[in-house]
């Protein structure tokens, strides 16, 4: 990994920093050919799926009883860590609760908003025999504090199922759990099969495989979003701990050899200071090959800005999914940033931290979404619906500006709808 100027990049360069891509035009066409075989075969496919792709000749399909045994005989100290990151992201999702209101906005015009849970939403867990607990707490107990009737859970299979992840989904307040993954079970999700009852929303990460099948279902069912490799883009002043910096790009690179991990800077000697130390750290790393591809992927480097506004301007233009500030002035360069899935302000604010257990959700935009939408939340798995009341004289106030429009625009029934209501018996 070698330090680039930003003053230095060219239109290539560019494009794989800022356009970057999740794959999904690749793997639509398989992701396609296994929604439509799930869709018109339902168990059947996805057995044959099962033990093609995972290897695994499944028994039960519906898996819930053993994610709340999974939660009752789990080593007790792993569990108590799980319901206090459950805790802490059902603490910071009640606060995003919106309040119904009305209110009078002119005599006889009461007008307001109220808000209802999605009735049945289904939640992606990646896993099989990984343990992927945590993503199991930022898909679930969003929904149920939503207030979501009915939350499955789909997670792949594998041999011996993973306790962690299990009893994560079960502690969550899932209602029900299938042992089914890739696209194959968001295509179960969206149109039902014998055993997976079909829903109305389908949220959560997974491969280029689960995403390409989100894409194909999304005029049928609603998702979240189309989510790629993880990413993080640490900001840096002269005084950031090069050791951080270096510690939170491989951290997000042993996620996946497709992550893109990205540092900038003002000050020259960090720069190159990171770079070293990020090879050091790599070494170290179990997973250092992974680690060691991402760090080479056209959209991953430390990048040496002229001054902090480029720098600035520079991760506002990448959109990252994590932005990590290692800076004196943290506060006034958030002011600056508008365009970020999740921030991690000060040298003791690791993203982990966030993946975890602080309370924020993890599924976040990717591939620079964040420049147009937020991460999974309370608001995911809720609907709005306006509310209007008028009285004889609020209607009259607005008489004459409904049926001069409704006739601008050559609709003389919507004028009538409202004449009707002044004329005599």
């Known amino acids: ?240 701990n090069p050791r951080y910096v270096a510690a939170e790009l491989v951290a997000q690179a042993e996620h996946d050899a497709n992550a893109s991990v990205v540092a900038v800077t003002d000050d020259e000697d960090l720069a190159e200071a990171v770079r070293e130390e990020v090879d050091r750290q790599a070494g170290e790393r179990e997973r250092s090959d992974v680690v060691r591809e991402a760090l080479s992927n056209e959209a991953s480097g430390v990048f040496h800005a002229r001054s902090m506004p480029e720098a600035v301007l520079f991760a506002e233009e990448y959109a990252a999914e994590h932005l990590v500030v290692l800076a004196d002035d943290d506060e006034a360069l958030l002011d600056r940033i508008s365009n970020a899935g999740s921030v991690f302000l000060g040298p003791h604010t690791p993203v982990a931290a966030g993946d975890y257990a602080s309370g924020t959700n993890h599924v976040l935009p990717t591939n620079g979404g964040a420049r147009v939408f937020g991460g999974l939340s309370v608001e995911t798995f809720l609907r709005s619906t306006t509310v209007q009341r008028l009285s004889e004289s609020g209607l009259a106030d607005l008489r004459n500006t409904v049926t001069t429009l409704a006739r601008a625009e050559g609709l003389e029934a919507h004028a009538a709808s409202v004449e009707v209501r002044f004329e005599e018996e």
């Open 1 to 240: 990994m070698n330090v680039r100027r930003v003053a230095d990049l060219g239109p290539a360069d560019r494009r794989a920093l800022f356009e970057r891509d999740a794959g999904v035009d690749a793997a639509s066409e398989t992701a396609r050919d296994i929604v439509e075989r799930v869709r018109t075969e339902g168990d059947v496919a996805l057995r044959e799926y099962t033990s093609e792709f995972d290897g695994v000749e499944v028994g039960n399909l519906d898996i819930t009883d053993e994610a709340e045994r999974a939660a009752e005989t789990v080593d007790p100290d792993l569990r108590d860590h799980i319901e206090t990151a459950a805790a802490n992201v059902r603490e910071f999702h009640e606060a995003q609760l919106p309040d119904d209101w009305r209110r009078e906005f002119s005599p006889g015009r009461e007008l307001g908003r109220r808000f209802r849970p999605i009735e049945r939403v289904g939640v992606y867990v990646p896993g099989g025999a990984a343990a992927y607990p945590s993503s199991a707490l930022m898909g679930v107990v969003p929904a149920v504090v939503a207030g979501v009737e009915h939350v499955a859970v789909v997670t792949p299979p594998a041999e011996e199922l993973n306790d962690a992840t299990l009893a994560a989904i079960n502690l969550a307040g899932a209602d029900a759990v299938y042992q089914v993954g890739g696209a194959q079970a968001i295509a179960a999700l969206a149109y039902g099969t014998e055993t997976v009852s079909s829903v109305e929303k389908v949220v959560g990460p997974g491969n280029r495989f689960v995403t390409a099948a989100k894409a194909e279902v999304r005029g049928d069912v609603a998702i979240d979003f189309l989510a790629g490799p993880s990413e993080v883009l640490v900001l840096a002043d002269g005084d950031a």
